[in-house]
């Protein structure tokens, strides 16, 4: 090229996006990140809220990955449109709510979008084949370059060599030479070459960045959509499906419990939203009442939030009951035994 060649590098805070990134810039390409937000990346809501992380870094990977490759980083915002890929998605849920192979063609083909609006000529990603069991295999990494429209402008440096040359490489802007043959589940060549480079802190390289992933929070999620009219849903749904113990007492309410200082304020941020109670003669949680409730069902969760505070082992307890008029009631309770707590309450 008579100019030099620019790419767009999907960066997610992890290693693999890292290294791919480096492999690029080393080749004397311009080199700028994007990064798309869904709302379901865990970069550091829970770590940041829960007093019992507050050892562990406070920072947006993707940032920081951007900061220590000295690239520029473009956060763009997908929420709206990340529903349908959630909602709708063609290749159907990995082993969880994670659409994984939608995803990644969604997100392929917002960073197609991009390049062409900023005259960029390639994409980047850290793909490695057989990584991931949805959408990095031989079979579906065709689908993803076919349905994002991004056909051979997408580049995967770590594992390039297993996969037929992009245009790229067939155009000399990028040496196959110096890409990488990197296959299967093992990290052990990843974490070679971030030593190559003198990349020492980085994400968990086994490490996944989305709640859609992890079995206990899609659980959560679908017993949200199972319980509503439709399976809408805004972004404070899905933050606070991230914080706290989530009881389900009866089918028309939820529970959502603190279970430390840190949850307990940022649930506070939400108090006008939901009928709350707290413990009043005992320290206790914060409980946030998600669904219409009446006095009986109050009464219920009066019982089961005391036995999560200090007075779990008093005769009674007194509850503070705040409406979303800011009405207080007070009520005297039992707590419930630990053997009352059902099993089948929890999502």
């Not at 693999?16 to 990140?33: F, K, N, Y």
């Not at 040496?175 to 968990?204: H, I, V, W």
């Not at 659980?219 to 404070?236: F, I, P």
């Amino acid at each position: 090229m008579s100019t030099q060649a620019k790419a767009v590098s999907l960066v997610s805070g992890g290693l693999d996006s890292m290294l791919a990134t480096r492999a690029i810039m080393d080749q004397g390409i311009h080199v700028e990140g994007i990064n798309f937000f869904t709302g379901f990346c865990v970069e550091g809501h829970t770590h940041a809220i829960r007093q019992e992380d507050r050892q562990k870094p406070k920072r947006n990977n993707a940032l920081w990955v951007a900061e220590q490759l000295g690239i520029k980083l473009h956060i763009v915002d997908v929420i709206e449109e990340y529903k349908d890929v959630l909602l709708n998605p063609r290749h159907g849920y990995g082993q969880n709510m994670n659409p994984c192979l939608d995803c990644k063609g969604f997100m392929v083909r917002k960073a197609y979008e991009w390049i062409q609006q900023n005259d960029f000529d390639f994409i980047i990603t850290g793909e490695v084949l057989g990584q991931r069991p949805m959408s990095q295999r031989k079979d579906t990494m065709p689908v993803v370059q076919r349905e994002s429209g991004a056909g051979d402008l997408l580049l995967r440096p770590l594992c390039a060599k297993h996969l037929p040359p992009t245009l790229p490489e067939r155009e000399g802007w990028v040496e196959r030479d110096k890409l990488f043959a990197f296959n299967g589940r093992s990290r052990k060549p990843q974490m070679a070459l971030a030593q190559e480079y003198g990349f020492t802190d980085y994400a968990t390289p086994a490490g996944g960045c989305c709640f859609l992933t992890d079995k206990a929070y899609s659980e959560k999620l679908v017993d949200m959509w199972q319980h509503r009219s439709s399976r809408d849903y805004q972004l404070d749904d899905i933050m606070l499906l991230k914080v706290g113990r989530h009881l389900r007492p009866r089918p028309h309410f939820k529970m959502i419990i603190s279970r430390e200082e840190g949850e307990g304020k940022f649930l506070e941020g939400y108090r006008k939203q939901f009928l709350h109670l707290r413990t009043h003669s005992h320290a206790g949680p914060l409980v946030l009442i998600d669904g219409e409730v009446s006095d009986d069902d109050i009464h219920l969760a009066a019982r089961i939030a005391a036995r999560y505070g200090q007075g779990r082992d008093a005769e009674q307890v007194e509850i503070e009951v705040i409406a979303l008029d800011e009405q207080h009631q007070m009520l005297q309770v039992r707590p419930f035994g630990q053997d009352e707590i059902s099993p089948k309450w929890r999502v």
